[in-house]
C-alpha cells in the first residue's frame, strides 16, 4: 500500500481520530498515486497514523476509513461490516410501525466517510459524496439488496460537493421501481416524500424529534411555521391541537406537496395558510401588517456552508429571529434552528441574545434540541454536530 507522510506538527487532529487530512497537511506521498487509493497515513518520523482514501484534487484530501494497521480496509468485507453495524443500530432503535423512515448511514459519523443511506419505508436512498467511496458503490448496493430486500433503490448523488472531488452530479434508478412520491410513517404520522426531485433525500430526517417536541405546545395556538418545506412541522403542530399553521416557503413543489401531507393526515384546510415567498421579506410585511403569533418554528437552510462564510450567516439567523421575537405574542415560544455545521450551539445562543437585546425581549431557553441517534456525531469531528435547536419562551 502506498504511504502519504505528514508535516511535522500536522498529526494531532488524526490522533484526535478527526476524520480528515487536509492537504496542508501533506508533506510527500510516494509516486504515482492514483485519486481513490487507498494509502497509508505516517507522521513525519515515520509512525503509523492511519489508513484512508486520497483524492489530490480535492481540498480535504485524505477520509481516514481506520486507526488499526491491521485492519484490511480494501477488502469489502470491511464494508459490509461497517454497513451492518450502522444499519443495525438504526434497525434495533426504530419501531417501524412508528416510523420506518429515517437514516441508516451518516457519513464520517458511521466511520464510512462520504456515504449517505436513507431508509424511506421500503425504498432506500443512497448519496455518495466523494471519489473514494465511488469505487465502492456497486459493493454498496448489492449489500443493500442482500440486506434489506428493499424494493427500490435510487441514487441521490446530485449534491454540489461532488464537484469539489472532480465527480459529475447525478441521480436516478439503481434498482426495482421509484413510487413518487413515496409514502412513509414518522412518530405514527404519514408523509409523502418526493426521493426524485425533493430536497436533500426527499425529508428532513432529522427533525424528526424535534417535531415530536411541537406536540406539547401548540394546544389552541396560532402558529407560523417558517421555512416550512413539506409542512411536516406544521402537521404535528395540528395535531398537538394548533387552531391555526401559516406556512412560509418558496419552493412551490415542496408547497403542493405540504398541501397533500395536511390531506393525508386529515388535517382541515381551514386550519392552513401558504405563502410563497421570500421569508426574509415576509416576516416584515406580517410585522407592518400587526400579525401576531403564539409560536413559530424558524428551520431556515444552511446560511454557513464555510467558515468563511460566517459573518453572514449570523446575520441571517439574527435577522428572522428579531423578526420572530416581534411576531410573538406575550409569553410565545420560538423553536428555531441552525443546521450550519460552523456554528457551534454557543455562537447561535449569542445570536440569540444579539436578535434580543433589538427586539427588546427577554429569551427563557426551554429546552436545547439537537439531531436524533439515526444521525450521530463524533466528538471529535464537531463538523458532524450540525443542527442545533432551542426552544424558546419569549416574555
Ligand atoms: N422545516 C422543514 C425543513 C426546512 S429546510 C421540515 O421539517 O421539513 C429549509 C426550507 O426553506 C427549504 O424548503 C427551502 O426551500 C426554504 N427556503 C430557503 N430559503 C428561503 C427563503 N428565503 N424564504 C422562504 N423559504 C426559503
Given at each position: 500500500m502506498k504511504k502519504v507522510y505528514l508535516k511535522k506538527g500536522r498529526k494531532k487532529s488524526v490522533l484526535l481520530r478527526h476524520p480528515w487530512i487536509f492537504s496542508?497537511?501533506?508533506e510527500k506521498t510516494d509516486r504515482s498515486i492514483t485519486a481513490g487509493e487507498i494509502v497509508e497515513i505516517y507522521d513525519h518520523r515515520g509512525n503509523f497514523l492511519a489508513k484512508g482514501y486520497i483524492n489530490p484534487?480535492?481540498?480535504?484530501t485524505i477520509r481516514i476509513l481506520?486507526?488499526?494497521?491491521?485492519?484490511?480496509?480494501?477488502?469489502?468485507r470491511f464494508i459490509s461490516e461497517r454497513l451492518k453495524s450502522a444499519i443495525d443500530m438504526r434497525l434495533n432503535y426504530f419501531d417501524q410501525s412508528v416510523?420506518?423512515?429515517?437514516?441508516?448511514v451518516n457519513s464520517e459519523a458511521d466511520f464510512l466517510p462520504g456515504l449517505i443511506i436513507d431508509k424511506y419505508n421500503d425504498t432506500i436512498v443512497l448519496q455518495i459524496l466523494t471519489l473514494g467511496m465511488e469505487q465502492f458503490r456497486d459493493k454498496i448496493t448489492e449489500f443493500l439488496l442482500e440486506y434489506l430486500s428493499p424494493k427500490c433503490i435510487y441514487e441521490r448523488?446530485?449534491?454540489?460537493?461532488r464537484k469539489k472531488e472532480g465527480l459529475s452530479l447525478k441521480k436516478g434508478l439503481i434498482y426495482g421501481k421509484l413510487q413518487k412520491p413515496v409514502r412513509i410513517i414518522e412518530n405514527g404520522l404519514e408523509f409523502l416524500v418526493d426521493?426524485?426531485?425533493?430536497?436533500k433525500t426527499g425529508f428532513?430526517?432529522?427533525?424528526r424529534d424535534n417535531r415530536k417536541e411541537l406536540l406539547l405546545f401548540c394546544k389552541d395556538k396560532k402558529v407560523l411555521n417558517c421555512?416550512?418545506?413539506?409542512g411536516a412541522f406544521s402537521v404535528y403542530a395540528i395535531k398537538g391541537g394548533a387552531k391555526l399553521t401559516v406556512n412560509i416557503e418558496f419552493s412551490r413543489s415542496a408547497i403542493e406537496l405540504a398541501k397533500k401531507n395536511m390531506e393525508i393526515n386529515h388535517i382541515?384546510?381551514?386550519t392552513q395558510e401558504f405563502i410563497e415567498g421570500n421569508a426574509f421579506e415576509l416576516l416584515r410585511n406580517m410585522k407592518k401588517k400587526g400579525k401576531k403569533f403564539d409560536l413559530i418554528i424558524m428551520d431556515p437552510?444552511?446560511?454557513?456552508?464555510?467558515q468563511g462564510k460566517l459573518e453572514n450567516a449570523l446575520r441571517g439567523y439574527k435577522d428572522i429571529n428579531l423578526q420572530a421575537m416581534q411576531l410573538l405574542n406575550p409569553g410565545g415560544i420560538l423553536f428555531t434552528f441552525s443546521c450550519s455545521g460552523a456554528i457551534s450551539l454557543e455562537l447561535f445562543s449569542k445570536t440569540i441574545t444579539w436578535a434580543a437585546m433589538d427586539a427588546n425581549k427577554n429569551v427563557q431557553v426551554i429546552k436545547r434540541l439537537a439531531q436524533p441517534m439515526d444521525h450521530p456525531h463524533l466528538t471529535s469531528f464537531?463538523?458532524?454536530?450540525y443542527l442545533k435547536g432551542l426552544i424558546c419562551k419569549i416574555t
Open positions: 496542508g497537511a501533506i484534487k480535492s481540498q480535504i481506520s486507526w488499526n494497521k491491521e485492519e484490511d480496509v480494501t477488502d469489502i416510523t420506518n423512515a429515517f437514516r441508516l448523488s446530485d449534491t454540489i460537493v426521493v426524485q426531485d425533493g430536497q428532513y430526517l432529522d427533525q421555512f416550512s418545506y413539506t382541515k384546510k381551514e437552510p444552511k446560511f454557513a456552508h464555510t464537531l463538523e458532524s454536530e
